[in-house]
């Protein structure tokens, strides 16, 4: 299972934290290491945005009000993991596009954007899911193990994943 949930990974940033999830724990855990399910469609809209915004544009109503031709928030998460007791956690690695507009190395931090990230995770929050967020700047390559390892290690103690 290893093998196909890596294969499904962009070489990107969640890639090696993937490998690194699966070696930092792995050894502990063995055959109980609860599955890191990358690329999770939490809400899946079929609609593209640009058919989303095609529709509110047509739409005879403000499309603040016609919810079914807004695109849904927050689809995709980077990473779902299911704990015992019915836990679910969500891990978001956080590149630039979390909290600017535009792909730009310059680009400016966005107030809205970083808005509706922090809006969307509340609802996460309320829906029963536990938020885990980590900036792109802490997981540089040199600095990757000791970050997974320690949040794991935290994170599974205090659900009693042992």
Do not use: N, W
């Not at 978001?92 to 990230?117: I, N």
Request: charge should be positive.
């Amino acid at each position: 299972m290893y093998r196909r949930l890596r294969a499904s990974l962009d070489a990107g940033i969640e890639r090696p934290f993937f490998e690194h999830y699966f070696k930092a724990c792995r050894a502990r855990l063995g055959d109980r290491l609860p599955a890191l399910v990358p690329q999770v469609y939490l809400h899946y809209d079929p609609k593209s945005v640009h058919e989303r915004v095609r529709l509110a544009a047509a739409a005879p109503r403000p499309a603040a009000t016609d919810g079914d031709a807004l695109p849904l928030p927050r689809q995709r998460m980077d990473f779902l993991l299911l704990l015992p007791g019915q836990v679910r956690v969500v891990l978001e690695l956080d590149g630039q596009q979390h909290y600017a507009v535009g792909a730009d190395a310059g680009a400016a931090a966005s107030p809205a954007q970083y808005a509706r990230m922090v809006s969307a995770d509340r609802d996460l929050r309320l829906d029963g899911y536990e938020v885990y967020r980590f900036g792109g700047y802490e997981l540089q390559a040199g600095r990757l193990d000791d970050v997974v390892g320690s949040f794991f290690a935290r994170l599974f103690a205090r659900h009693g994943v042992a």
